[in-house]
């Protein structure tokens, strides 16, 4: 589990299995229990330290469907909170986050961390 270090929104992270393959049709059915059970611990944590009103979730895989890194599938989490769009994407193509990434990373480290029980 990392953040985004271009991030939708505020907590945008992504899961990626150790195996460096492109498509989750290859991945074994251990990996993909963990990469969901990753999901649900991702979920929990941002739900604790920032309240988000819901999630986008999703898997691009391949160059042309935006995939990054087209030969390493993984999936993003995104929080969503109600209203979070504005004039800033639209008017200069920018996004506005409203916390550095560092103190995001902070926040979410140790909110896992006690629910891995990790303290």
Sequence with gaps: ???????????????APYQHLETIEKLDGATLTELMSQAQLALRGLRQTMNPDGFNMG????K???????????????PRWNGD??????????KVMPD?????FRQLKQ????????E
């Excluded at 589990?1 to 899961?15: K, R, S, T």
């Excluded at 896992?112 to 029980?117: C, G, I, R, S, Y």
């Design 59 to 62: 898997i691009n895989e391949g």
């Design 100 to 104: 550095h990434l560092d103190n995001t």
């Design 111 to 118: 909110a896992l961390d006690v629910l891995t029980h990790r």
């Design 64 to 78: 042309v469907a935006g995939a990054g890194f087209a030969g390493h599938m993984h999936m993003h989490v995104v």
């Design 85 to 94: 769009t504005n004039f800033m994407p639209v008017i200069a193509d920018v």
């Design 1 to 15: 589990m990392m953040l985004n270090l271009y991030p939708y929104n505020l907590g945008h992270l992504m899961i």
